[in-house]
């Protein structure tokens, strides 16, 4: 049963921006502090954002801070992430997460949405 659904990816140019959305249930976004994670081709999954349950705290991986954003309205049960000044080595599949690696296998995972920044 799908648990998270990420759209907004696409293909953009550098400097150009991105708005990803990802969309749970209830219960998930009651519960969990989120985040977004990406991968690139033979890299390892990375930790991208990351925010609370309640939506403070706010973090970033320090190659996107200060061109990406986190946010989440729990009344929509929605997750967000605005991302600009786009480089080229953002190119990756990024994925929508609950529980941020604390539940490990019970973590709640997206599909995926892939971001490509190409000229």
């Known amino acids: 049963q799908v648990q998270l659904v990420e759209s907004g990816g696409g293909l953009v140019q550098p400097g150009g921006s991105l708005n990803l959305s990802c969309v749970g249930s209830?219960?998930?976004?009651?519960?969990?502090?989120m985040g977004w994670y990406r991968q690139a081709p033979g890299k390892e999954r990375e930790l991208v954002a990351a925010?609370?349950?309640?939506?403070?705290?706010?973090n970033y991986a320090s190659s996107v801070k200060g061109r990406f954003t986190i946010s989440r309205d729990n009344d929509r049960n929605t997750l967000h992430l605005q991302m600009n000044d786009l480089k080229p080595e953002d190119t990756a599949v990024y994925y929508c997460?609950?529980?941020?690696?604390?539940?490990?296998?019970?973590?709640?995972w997206g599909q995926g949405t892939q971001v490509t920044v190409s000229s």
């Open positions: 925010i609370s349950q309640g939506g403070g705290y706010p």
């Open positions: 209830e219960t998930i976004f009651s519960t969990y502090g």
């Open positions: 997460n609950a529980g941020l690696g604390y539940y490990g296998d019970s973590d709640y």
